[in-house]
């Protein structure tokens, strides 16, 4: 570890105002990777200062997403830490006693502008063609009018007064410099009118009192940043690392958005997508290793997490390239291990019991390598299993008796083959494979007609797991009965 890869401290500070965007969870798996690689510590931050957007429930739903993503925080709600309370309406005291500071110091003012004043500001503005913007009004008030309006008992807001010349430079850690014109910043409210604080505000005054050392957020807050930069001038207090991550896109190029699909992340957890595979691929949009290196453990990524490799350009998000790294992770896993992933898709459709028996886990443990090949996500456990827990009510004669046979041939295939299987000794997967190929040449049919008329009178359908492991798992009993109703189906 290089002296800039110091113990980080990192945050997500979300406001509760819905569900966790896909492109918010990357941002939280990048602060939680960069606070894991250098022993640091990642922190959970609720700014719930604007009221008006409050959603009641949202703060429990975002926690719960981070949860089950496995990215736990360090210091935040409901696990505390040094610098508590860490939500923001919480700690107005905080934000007051700073913003004192900076009116006493002339780097923020009162401002009593009406919403109607502002409004026909903005009014003359857009008809004189300008950019909109406050017009500094109160904050060159003469000191007579000014104690007027502070005897007048109105209620107010504080602004930033913003440097009317010069630069400002925002150090961001993906691109660089980038320099701001003071002229052409806003004298933006800090503290609003009901005695709390702006986003602009608190943020600054929450990173330094909990001494984060990594400001990470979507590059969509770069424009406001020469804010945010003053502000630690004009407290005197050190800037963090910025590192202004790139937005995950669509397929258009643009934003990710409800256009393009699902944008939640509880979407693709409760379809099915794993963690470990969401968290793979949610690492590579806009963040490599190398040119070749695709799927890492959660391990590896902490180990491998590089900020400066982070591009500065978008990535989009592609759904077959996740569909690909799930089907991976879920071929990974144990068949014990994916019996207890599916279990909740296969309860909620009825074809395991809440609680589950141990003879029940037992047989789905048993089906599971059947399938775990075809899986893409757990979701679709049920309709691939579906057939070993609920035998076919009729059957499609056009799926039943192959192209190259008519009615009475396959009628004839399936009595032979429940004449072999009832005498069959070996009911294992090899005997039954052994058994069925020689009944083929002893009734002179293809292989491919015999095993595809089974096939379907096992399970009506033609696609299914493999035909030997199938029959196996039904057992006797069941394929027997099963063949039978499929022949006798036939007239």
């Not at 819905?18 to 918010?24: A, D, E, N, Q, R």
């Not at 879920?330 to 296969?346: F, H, N, V, W």
Request: hydrophobic share 40%.
């Amino acid at each position: 570890m290089t002296q800039a890869e110091r113990p980080a401290r990192t945050r997500f500070a979300p406001s509760p105002t819905g569900y966790v965007h896909i492109g918010s969870m990357r941002t939280i798996l990048f602060e939680w990777l960069w606070a894991r690689h250098t022993g640091g510590q990642f922190l959970l931050r609720i700014e719930d200062t604007d009221r008006n957007r409050f959603v009641e429930g949202a703060e429990e739903q975002l926690k719960e997403s981070i949860r089950m993503m496995d990215l736990q925080w360090d210091e935040g709600p409901d696990v505390g830490g040094p610098f508590t309370p860490y939500k923001q309406s919480e700690r107005l005291d905080i934000y007051h006693k700073h913003a004192d500071e900076l009116l006493a110091k002339g780097h923020l003012y009162k401002c009593w502008c009406t919403p109607e004043r502002l409004q026909r500001v903005r009014e003359e503005q857009q008809a004189r063609k300008e950019p909109p913007g406050y017009d500094r009004h109160c904050r060159f008030l003469s000191a007579e009018d000014r104690a007027a309006e502070e005897a007048s008992g109105k209620p107010y807001v504080m602004r930033l007064a913003v440097p009317l010349e010069g630069e400002t430079v925002m150090n961001d850690l993906i691109r660089g410099p980038i320099t701001f014109q003071n002229a052409l910043q806003n004298d933006l409210v800090m503290i609003k009118g009901d005695g709390f604080p702006t986003y602009h505000f608190a943020v600054v005054v929450d990173d330094h009192e909990m001494q984060i050392t990594h400001a990470m957020r979507g590059d969509e807050w770069i424009p406001t940043s020469p804010i945010h930069v003053l502000l630690y001038q004009f407290f005197g207090w050190e800037q963090p690392v910025w590192v202004h991550v790139p937005q995950v896109l669509g397929p258009s190029g643009k934003k990710l958005s409800k256009r393009d699909g699902d944008t939640a992340i509880t979407d693709y957890l409760e379809k099915g997508y794993l963690p470990e595979a969401i968290t793979n691929f949610l690492a590579l949009i806009g963040w490599g290793y190398d040119e070749t290196t695709e799927i890492m453990t959660r391990d590896e990524l902490i180990e491998r997490f590089d900020l400066k490799k982070i591009s500065p350009s978008g990535g989009v998000f592609n759904i077959e390239k996740l569909n690909k790294f799930n089907g991976i992770y879920i071929r990974q896993l144990s068949a014990a291990e994916l019996t207890g992933r599916i279990l909740p898709y296969l309860k909620r459709d009825g074809l395991a019991g809440d609680p589950v028996t141990d003879e029940q886990r037992a047989f789905i443990e048993q089906l599971v390598p059947l399938i775990q090949e075809r899986l893409v996500v757990l979701s679709e456990a049920p309709e691939l299993l579906r057939f070993f827990f609920h035998a076919p009510e009729t059957y499609d004669q056009s799926l039943l008796v192959p192209k190259k046979l008519d009615a009475a041939a396959a009628q004839s295939a399936l009595s032979a083959a429940i004449e072999a299987l009832r005498e069959l000794e070996d009911w294992s997967i090899a005997g039954l494979e052994t058994r069925l190929r020689t009944l083929t040449e002893e009734l002179g049919l293809k292989v491919g007609d015999l095993f595809m008329v089974l096939r379907v009178g096992a399970t009506g359908s033609k696609v299914s797991p493999p035909l030997f492991e199938t029959l196996h798992a039904l057992g006797r009993g069941e394929t027997l009965i099963r063949l039978g109703r499929a022949a006798a189906s036939l007239g």
